[in-house]
């Protein structure tokens, strides 16, 4: 079981920064795959960024690349993200996910940002942003 906890959420104007923190507990050995997701009402949930703790590579969608950063510890209990220059846009409430299957490890690599069956997920966060 692997349970995890955002905080970090809140309003901003635009151009300001907020950093959202998913405090991870359980067992995280098999976690290969973490990521923060996000939902605007009425869409879809679309992947943000992603990291593989197990090489530290990390994946953004193009709309954050350059202003959003994603971090995790060595022991998988802290994953971060670091949002700056904030846009209108980027209002949604964001979600914090892990993977563990070890059947998915493949798959999750190969679909990259477009991958979001994770196992575990967070309550959410809402990030306001205005103009």
């Known amino acids: 079981q692997v349970q995890l906890v955002e905080s970090g959420g809140g309003s901003v104007q635009a151009g300001g920064s907020l950093r959202l923190s998913c405090v991870v507990s359980g067992y995280t050995g098999n976690i290969h795959l973490m990521g923060w997701l996000r939902q605007l009402l009425g869409k879809e949930r679309e992947g943000v960024a992603y990291i593989y703790p197990d090489d530290g590579s990390t994946y953004y969608t193009d709309s954050v690349t350059g202003r959003f950063t994603i971090s995790v510890d060595d022991a998988k209990t802290t994953l971060s993200l670091q949002m700056n220059n904030l846009e209108p846009e980027d209002t949604a409430v964001y979600y914090c996910?892990?993977?563990?299957?070890?059947?998915?490890?493949?798959?999750?690599?190969?679909?990259?940002?477009?991958?979001?069956?994770?196992?575990?997920w967070g309550q959410g966060t809402q990030v306001t942003v205005s103009s």
């Open positions: 996910a892990a993977e563990t299957r070890i059947a998915r490890k493949t798959s999750a690599r190969r679909l990259g940002l477009s991958y979001s069956d994770f196992t575990w």
